[in-house]
């Protein structure tokens, strides 16, 4: 009995700790996560990649790299950039590629991740804004 409690408890705060990390991610929409960013007050782009592909390959991001939408968002210098992927797979590889040169120099309220199919760079407060 006291086994099969101490399976069911760790299986619990298994499935809590995922929830915690889903909730700590921007909207998987990139619609939704632009209109999030307005009502919080931030000035926010969403720019299909085919419309930004020059900007997108200084940022390391080749066109073979599955993207297909970026969201950007700005408040009095608290800002985000979400990009999303068409699978899970490609923001996964372009996060492995990539996750050096987006975590170098972050300050202690920025944060860079991948969550699903996007990967994020950006103030803490806007990726909160941004769900």
């Not at 619990?12 to 991610?25: F, K, N, P």
């Not at 996560?33 to 720019?47: Q, S, V």
């Not at 800002?79 to 590629?97: G, M, N, P």
Request: proline share 2%; charged share 25%.
């Amino acid at each position: 009995m006291k086994h099969t409690s101490r399976i069911i408890a760790l299986l619990l705060l298994t499935v809590m700790c995922v929830g915690l990390l889903i909730s700590c991610a921007p909207a998987s929409d990139p619609a939704k996560a632009k209109e999030a960013l307005e009502e919080n007050g931030y000035t926010a782009l969403k720019y299909e990649a085919a419309n930004i592909k020059g900007l997108l390959e200084r940022m390391g991001v080749e066109s073979d790299d599955h993207l297909e939408t970026a969201v950007y968002g700005m408040k009095d210098g608290s800002a985000v950039y979400i990009l999303y992927f068409d699978s899970t797979k490609a923001a996964r590889e372009y996060w492995t590629e990539n996750k050096d040169s987006l975590t170098d120099g972050l300050e202690k309220d920025e944060v860079a991740a991948q969550s699903g199919k996007m990967v994020y760079v950006g103030n803490k407060d806007a990726v909160k804004a941004a769900r």
